[in-house]
């Protein structure tokens, strides 16, 4: 194996870990695509829009880098300024959304119908949250969510791919820098969008009393936990 094939090996090696162990790069579209009833394609597509502004930022940043002669050090040092950037951000977008959601929760409530049909007499629920489902997916509100998703994984460095560019970089092989950058894309996007799918395949059916109700809390607090893994554990 050549060396361009070992880097570029490597690069895929990487992007493939290294989205796996950050849940933060698969769980928020699970959990905000199953509290706000997006279809499976619009999770998908949420998905691949984020993970690409993820990706190329940190490929933007890095050539950059080094067209301007900058070194590693500072490129890292860039990085991970992005990276506590990022993962306070998730943490902010999550807390509010989860005292949004259990704001939500607490306005909704049930209420019992009774119906006669002949000598048989029996009652049926309404909840006020699925009523007015469709309304609040019209409010401006509603097209926040995405807007803010996506900025936070702008935000969001891979630093992995920072010390990918330094070899070709080196060797002054531009050509084998954008393959690097290319790979390492290619494969992250690859992997949180199985990820993504496998877990919304997982979770749809997925139901328990009442999570109806607190589901948007519940994605709030799984996106703040993420927010917190990377600030406080440097996941």
Known sequence: MSEAQLLLVTAASIAFVHTLLGPDHYLPFMVMGKARRWSFLKTMRMTLLCG???????????????????????????EGMRGNLAGWALLAFGLMYFAWGLKKAGRSHTHAHLHAHGDVVHSHSHDHQHEHAHAHTKSGRATVTPWAMFIVFVLGPCE???????????????ALVLSVALT????????????????????????????????????????????????????
């Open 184 to 235: 390492f894309g290619l494969v992250t996007l690859a992997t949180m969008m199985a990820a993504v799918a496998l877990g919304t395949l997982g979770i749809r059916n997925f139901s328990f009393r009442g999570g109806a109700r607190y589901a948007h809390a519940l994605a709030g607090a799984s996106v703040a936990v993420c927010g917190a893994a990377i600030s406080f554990m440097g996941l």
């Open 52 to 78: 690409a502004g993820h990706v190329m930022s940190s490929v933007l940043i890095g050539i950059v880098g080094l067209l301007i002669g900058a070194r590693l050090s500072a490129l890292v040092e860039i």
């Open 160 to 174: 992995a791919l920072i010390p990918l560019f330094m070899y070709p970089a080196a060797q002054q092989s531009y």
